[in-house]
């Protein structure tokens, strides 16, 4: 018996992010219909093919149903509630970072991303988004002399016309599911990156979303393009303030790894994700899946999702070419009254693909935690192998783990392997730790990252020392 | 000998001790004091209560005090926790030593030598300056480095265990160790390292407690005094002989002590 008490003081360090940027917006009104898509797509002066993208999109968005399989209960999300545009003003157009709006600057210096020439991150490039445009994106000329396209996707809409038309949506389509479809219809902006043939990208990029305001949705859409035998490791960090209200954030994130590429994509997930009794937080439905479009090519997704009030989210692979290679690495913390359903789709299509599935849950407080995963082997994946780990770590008695682990298999000539475990911390090991001069917070954050060190073995050096120091903060006082 | 450390100030003064566990009383008026320079040893039956007790005075939370003191350097440390305890300088050796999956043992005694070094106002270790001390540390417990890099006691036998607990009491350099069982499921080579480890680390200024069955220990380091108990109390203390005479006569011989009181 873990004392409660002890438990319910642990988890009360506050939010760092949760300060609001006071600045002057451009919202257009609440509400979605036809107009506002098309208001949206004038606004970013965007080409037809791609107005007709989202109308299309938004046609079928009416028809389907919020999906209800997933194990979280939420009050209903009213979709004529909410602002699907809203930017910082500032000037038409901005050629330096030195026209930035300094409060924009300073927020994400407070968020440590500081943007400007004197501070910026050395060895990481860094595309800023604050609400539904990009500010700004690091380091973009250097990467230039490597033909790196490093930019915000209206820009990329803009400047590179071909290679959205090409790509877009060609991994993730409009029709794919709800969230997916009703992103595909207003998203504001977010990243895009094309590594050409051959190169191996000298820095490692990332995008910091921040979400500012409390009325308006958050859709960002990501596309990383990696051309025969190239490779790219790429970030992702997301904050947002405290509100007592829910704010949705439906992102898509679609990866094309082509022969012998490789793509590297990890993401510390911070959202707001409410207080102690559930009041606010981010509603976090994402759809994020990777191609493995050519031979021997390689797409490695690692998560560490510590935020959000509710995080639906399942980054996948489809693996066609032969040979290639998907990995899913992923923590899932969840305290308080936080819901979590994520896991990953391993697809398997092509013969002598591979796939490997690390998943590592943690549920304190009153917070549910489920891994969803399936497994699907084709009929041409001879030779195809996955391997499944999907461990779950209980913290006191009030929280709950689950796994559904679905797998099929079209072929026999392929190998599926799965492994679960459940375990929680127990009294004793804290009181060895503690008999140590370890105190019991310490104690309890080396047991967790202890359990998850396959996963943060798997991110980035700087990425997995804070990826650490969150899950500490996370579950200060929750745990007794 | 006795009456010349006896000079000094008590290290651990148990008095009149009573504890239970879930309202089930375990210790039922325990007294003890160890001096430094002293070896303790307790021996008794299973269920005895020895074990519990070394438990209560590192400070396990599911026991609790319903009578009587534990004082450390002369402080009531009833009310500390555990790692308040530990880096003072109290260290219990495990009779079965938890397995902690992923935490790796490196930097488990790092943290942990650190904690201590903190409270002793000694600066506190890198990784680099850590396993320079570790490396020494190990050769008293003949421990290889490979055990370093593994999860805290994970996969251990019960031998490597045991001297992982003695690595730990090197590093901690505690005022008190209380050593439950140390001795227990270790075979005649690994008893003799134990031994012998516990011995080097151990001084003038320091007090054991050996908890153990076994006249064996005993014959490596021979105790300034024997305990014996029974249903949560002491029932006879004596020299390092009664070991011997409780070897030869058996717990049975002890009962007619309470039959006696």
New interface residues.
């Given amino acids: 018996?873990v004392?409660e008490n002890l438990v319910k003081d642990v988890v009360k360090e506050p939010y760092k992010y949760g300060f609001v940027t006071d600045i002057e917006t451009e919202k257009i009104e609440k509400g979605l219909n036809e107009d506002i898509i098309k208001l949206i797509s004038q606004k970013k002066e965007e080409p037809k093919f791609l107005l007709d993208f989202r109308l299309k999109a938004f046609k079928k968005w009416q028809k389907m149903k919020e999906p209800d399989w997933a194990a979280l209960g939420y009050k209903k999300i009213d979709y004529q509630d909410i602002i699907y545009y809203s930017a910082p003003k500032q000037k038409e157009k901005i050629s330096s970072l030195d026209e930035v709006d300094p409060k924009l600057l300073e927020t994400f210096d407070k968020l440590g991303i500081p943007l400007t020439e004197q501070k910026k991150l050395t060895n990481v490039a860094v595309d800023a988004v604050f609400d539904s445009v990009s500010i700004a994106t690091t380091f973009r000329e250097e990467l230039a002399e490597h033909g790196v396209i490093f930019c915000s996707i209206s820009e990329a809409v803009k400047n590179h016309a071909d290679l959205i038309e090409k790509y877009l949506g060609t991994v993730v389509p409009a029709s794919d599911n709800y969230f997916a479809a009703l992103n595909s219809a207003v998203f504001s902006d977010g990243s895009f990156v094309y590594i050409p043939k051959g190169v191996t990208c000298p820095m490692d990029l990332s995008s910091y979303f921040r979400i500012n305001s409390g009325d308006s949705g958050q859709f960002e859409r990501t596309l990383i393009i990696a051309e025969e035998s190239s490779s790219v490791s790429y970030l992702e960090g997301c904050t947002a303030p405290m509100f007592d209200t829910n704010t949705l954030h439906a992102a898509v994130v679609e990866l094309i790894a082509l022969d012998d590429a490789s793509i590297k994509y990890s993401t510390v997930q911070n959202w707001y994700a409410g207080d102690e009794e559930g009041i606010g937080g981010i509603f976090n439905f994402v759809t994020k899946r990777g191609k493995c479009l050519g031979k021997r090519s390689k797409i490695s997704w690692s998560q560490v999702e510590t935020g959000s009030a509710i995080t639906w989210k399942y980054p996948s692979c489809l693996l066609l070419g032969e040979e290639s290679v998907g990995e899913f690495y992923s923590v899932a913390l969840t305290n308080n009254l936080q819901q979590a359903d994520t896991g990953t789709k391993m697809i398997h299509i092509g013969p002598k693909t591979k796939s490997t599935i690390v998943s590592k849950g943690i549920s304190a407080g009153n917070s549910k935690n489920s891994y969803r995963g399936l497994v699907k082997m084709g009929t041409k994946a001879t030779g195809s192998r996955n391997y499944s780990q999907c461990d779950s770590m209980l913290i006191g008695d009030q929280a709950s783990a689950n796994t559904f682990p679905y797998i099929k298999s079209q072929q026999p000539n392929s190998e599926i392997e799965h492994e679960a475990s459940t375990?929680r911390i127990?009294?004793?090991?804290l009181?060895?730790?503690?008999?140590?001069?370890?105190?019991?917070e310490?104690a309890v954050s080396?047991?967790v990252?202890?359990?998850?060190?396959d996963v943060f073995n798997q991110l980035p050096m700087e990425f997995a020392a804070e990826a650490d120091k969150l899950l500490a903060l996370k579950l200060e006082g929750s745990v007794g | 000998m006795q009456s010349k450390m006896k000079e000094s100030d008590p290290i651990l003064e148990v008095e009149n001790l009573s504890a239970s566990t879930d309202n089930l009383p375990i210790l039922k008026g325990v007294s003890l004091t160890v001096y430094p320079g002293e070896i303790h040893a307790i021996m008794g039956r299973n269920g005895c209560g020895k074990s519990t007790l070394s438990k209560i005075i590192a400070g396990h939370p599911s026991y609790n005090i319903t009578n009587g003191d534990i004082k450390f350097l002369g402080e009531n440390i009833n009310s500390l926790e555990p790692e308040e305890r530990s880096q003072s300088g109290i260290f219990l050796g495990f009779q079965y030593p938890i397995e902690i999956p992923g935490v790796s043992n490196l930097e488990f005694l790092r943290v942990s030598t650190n904690a201590r070094r903190k409270f002793l106002n000694k600066e506190e270790l890198d990784t680099f300056d850590f396993e320079e001390l570790v490396k020494e540390k190990l050769d008293i417990v003949k421990m290889d480095h490979a055990f370093l890099s593994r999860s805290v006691n994970q996969g251990f036998s019960g031998g490597e265990k045991k001297r992982n607990e003695i690595l730990q009491m090197a590093l901690l350099e505690p005022k008190i160790a209380i050593l439950d069982e140390t001795d227990s499921g270790l075979d005649i080579d690994a008893l003799r390292i134990v031994a012998s480890g516990i011995k080097k680390i151990s001084n003038a200024q320091t007090g054991i407690i050996l908890i153990t069955h076994y006249q064996r220990l005993l014959d490596e380091i021979k105790p300034n005094y024997v305990h014996v108990m029974s249903d949560g109390q002491i029932i006879k203390t004596g020299e390092s002989d009664l070991a011997l005479e409780l070897e030869e006569k058996g717990y049975e011989w002890t009962d007619n002590f309470i039959k006696e009181t």
């Fill in positions: 018996m004392n375990c127990s009294e004793d090991q009181f060895y730790l503690q008999s140590r001069g370890i105190d019991f310490e080396m047991m990252s202890g359990f998850c060190r």
